[in-house]
């Protein structure tokens, strides 16, 4: 028989959870704020930004089988602990990057790793949600978009500031190093289990729905990812808002 923890226990592991999703928002936003400062350092034009950036998701999409056979394996407290140096450590990486080569390596290993703390972090999400025995993954994932919306803030004090985004960046890290030495010893010890009925295959249930609800997926990414690659660029090279305000794109499309 299940005996339920107590509500102050579960609201340990949820709040160090949320920790983690703040910590995956601010890495990925921090990167997101100041492309258009590495592009404008690294002298490339809007052609060669689009195809530098394409190194993200084919880093991503690498790491997906990965990222799932190892948190099966060693467990998601594991992988995110070890994800959450690996996603800021190559974030500093991009901001020392000095040519595109440099960038294109950088932001694919960039694209690995936030793959890996996305399945892991997810997957304690789950776990979390389970003891609740309701709907919060909504209230994470807000965590992300808050998190989001205050590293956007950050860049663009940081620029406004003159300071550099290697500097910046390795301000995230340390950020970063300080929630993962605060919250990970709480986090979930162990997933939960998945039900036998629910099979084993990964194509076993691909019905109609499951690809239409892909779909949806694949459009919303498309014109997300499109707004935190490019909302920067835009605002400097269409709005021309001035000097400090470049950012205020990002900034509005977080909001």
């Not at 394409?54 to 990965?66: E, I, K, R, T, Y």
């Not at 990057?97 to 694919?108: C, H, I, P």
């Not at 090279?237 to 000097?243: E, F, K, L, R």
Request: net charge neutral; aromatic share 12%.
């Amino acid at each position: 028989m299940n005996v339920p923890l107590p509500k102050t226990t579960q609201g340990v592991y949820r709040l160090s959870v949320s920790a983690f999703y703040f910590l995956q928002g601010l890495v990925f936003a921090s990167w997101a704020s100041r492309i258009p400062d590495i592009k404008s350092a690294l002298g490339m034009n809007d052609a060669d930004l689009g195809s530098v950036l394409f190194a993200v998701p084919v880093g991503q999409m690498s790491a997906m089988a990965l990222s799932g056979y190892l948190v099966g394996r060693c467990g998601s407290r594991k992988i995110l602990m070890a994800a959450s140096v690996f996603y800021p450590a190559v974030l500093v990486c991009l901001g020392m990057a000095g040519s595109f080569w440099e960038l294109a390596a950088g932001l694919f290993f960039f694209g690995v790793a936030a793959n890996l703390t996305n399945i892991s972090v997810n997957t304690q999400g789950v776990g979390v949600e389970r003891l609740y025995q309701c709907s919060i993954m909504a209230r994470f994932h807000g965590l992300w978009s808050l998190a989001g919306f205050f590293g956007a803030l950050l860049g663009a004090a940081m620029v406004d500031w003159h300071i550099s985004a290697e500097t910046h960046f390795i301000a995230i890290f340390l950020i970063c190093m300080i929630i993962l030495a605060v919250f990970s010893p709480s986090l979930l010890p162990r997933d939960a289990r998945r039900s036998s009925s629910q099979g084993g295959g990964m194509f076993r249930s691909m019905d109609a729905y499951v690809l239409l609800i892909g779909l949806i997926a694949f459009g919303s990414m498309v014109s997300e990812g499109t707004m935190f690659d490019w909302s920067g660029v835009y605002f400097e090279s269409v709005v021309n808002p001035g000097p400090g305000l470049v950012q205020m794109g990002y900034v509005a499309f977080m909001s």
